[in-house]
């Protein structure tokens, strides 16, 4: 007997505390009857990422990256919706603060197996950049492009001579990450085994990026982030003086700038050029090619305005030693090591510049890695008796 439909007993779920993110309050009961796809909506907004900390933001992109399917391929995902990706903010006082984000996930979070002995590590590097107006040859204004790298396989060559004096164009690297690796040793007696610092391999974490941007100019400027990675592993580059970009296909800029020269493109026209105001990179064929936009954010900054940005880059790579090793000691980059370009210009095509810093960006890098002591080790016990 089949009991109808009327006479089948209610159930009544109670929904318990939930402690989610930018969800407070009335918003934490609207969510529980959300689809997954809108609560991804809700978290990704903006507005709610706009106020959220830096271990938030970081907890709210290693839930999304578990959620990816896979295969996700080679060049990551944005872990924004398509809306989101791109923002515009605008500062509606002198000296108002506005505040963007960008979330990108490689691959998944890795799930831990029992009895892993993993040692963490955490590389942290704090960059300082005063950046003024660039003013091309025969014109009185223009906008001035540089790259803050973030992260890479091998440094350009020549960055060391960066370090001390001027800045360096890379400030971490996956071979001073492998050089900080602990190595395990067996003492037996007097004799003394060591594991090899090429027996071993790490698992890239995450990377999280606090910026702030500071206005210093007279008057406003528009401010444009780029956030930026390779589409293909990329090799050997340059360093420029002053370290604000690269010679080579590692330099973001130097891409865009090369791609619109006379043999990369047909009827060159010069308005177009890298220093020109209002010029984009992706007008550049060699950019589009060897880059992935995955945030833009565009800030119109009052006198005095701030502006906040913050980065998490989802990586959950592991890289063996000879992985790393096989990349050039000129520089190199895989597809998941990213690199951010800023460009900076006044509100106007026609205003007369002065000489002077017109914008400060103060850039907090932090990089998560980790090993398992004495994975990959091998010992070959060979008994020559037996030959």
């Excluded at 791109?86 to 979070?109: C, E, F, I, M």
């Excluded at 602990?182 to 391999?201: A, F, M, P, W």
């Excluded at 941007?213 to 406003?220: Q, V, Y």
């Excluded at 945030?295 to 880059?313: A, D, F, L, P, Q």
Aim: net charge positive; hydrophobic share 35%.
């Amino acid at each position: 007997m089949v009991r109808p439909a009327s006479f089948r007993p209610k159930i009544k779920r109670s929904v318990g505390s939930t402690n989610r993110p930018g969800l407070t309050g009335a918003a934490i009961n609207v969510a529980e009857s959300l689809t997954a796809q809108q609560k991804t909506a809700i978290l990704t907004s903006a507005a709610n990422l706009a106020t959220q900390t830096m271990p938030q933001l970081q907890s709210i992109a290693r839930g999304l990256a578990s959620a990816m399917k896979t295969p996700i391929g080679a060049a990551g995902l944005s872990l924004l919706p398509v809306q989101e990706r791109t923002g515009v903010h605008q500062s509606d006082a002198v000296s108002s603060t506005s505040n963007s984000s960008t979330l990108w996930a490689y691959r998944k979070p890795r799930r831990k197996r029992a009895n892993e002995s993993i040692l963490k590590y955490l590389a942290k590097r704090t960059v300082a950049r005063d950046l003024s107006f660039f003013t091309p040859a025969g014109s009185t204004t223009g906008q001035n492009p540089i790259d803050i790298d973030l992260l890479c396989v091998e440094p350009v060559l020549g960055n060391g001579a960066g370090e001390g004096t001027t800045a360096p164009y890379n400030h971490i690297t996956l071979r001073n990450a492998f050089d900080s690796v602990l190595l395990s040793k067996e003492v037996t007696g007097s004799v003394e085994k060591r594991y090899l610092k090429q027996l071993t391999s790490l698992h890239c974490d995450n990377l999280a990026v606090d910026q702030v941007f500071t206005n210093k100019h007279t008057g406003g400027l528009i401010l444009e982030i780029y956030d930026c990675v390779p589409k293909f592993t990329i090799g050997p580059s340059v360093y420029v003086d002053g370290g604000e970009t690269a010679e080579g296909y590692m330099s973001p800029q130097y891409c865009w700038q090369s791609g619109l020269s006379s043999s990369e493109i047909i009827n060159l026209n010069e308005n177009v050029a890298s220093g020109t105001w209002g010029a984009k990179p992706t007008s550049s064929a060699m950019f589009n090619r060897t880059w992935n936009i995955v945030g833009m954010n565009r800030v119109n900054m009052t006198t005095g305005g701030v502006h906040r940005h913050r980065s998490v880059y989802e990586i959950n790579k592991s890289v063996s030693y000879h992985e790393m090793a096989q990349v050039s000691t000129s520089g190199g980059r895989f597809a998941w090591t990213p690199c951010q370009m800023v460009v900076v210009r006044p509100y106007n095509a026609g205003e007369s510049l002065a000489s002077g810093d017109a914008l400060n960006i103060t850039t907090d890098i932090r990089f998560n890695y980790s090993n398992i002591s004495g994975q990959g080790q091998r010992v070959i016990d060979y008994d020559s008796a037996l030959a």
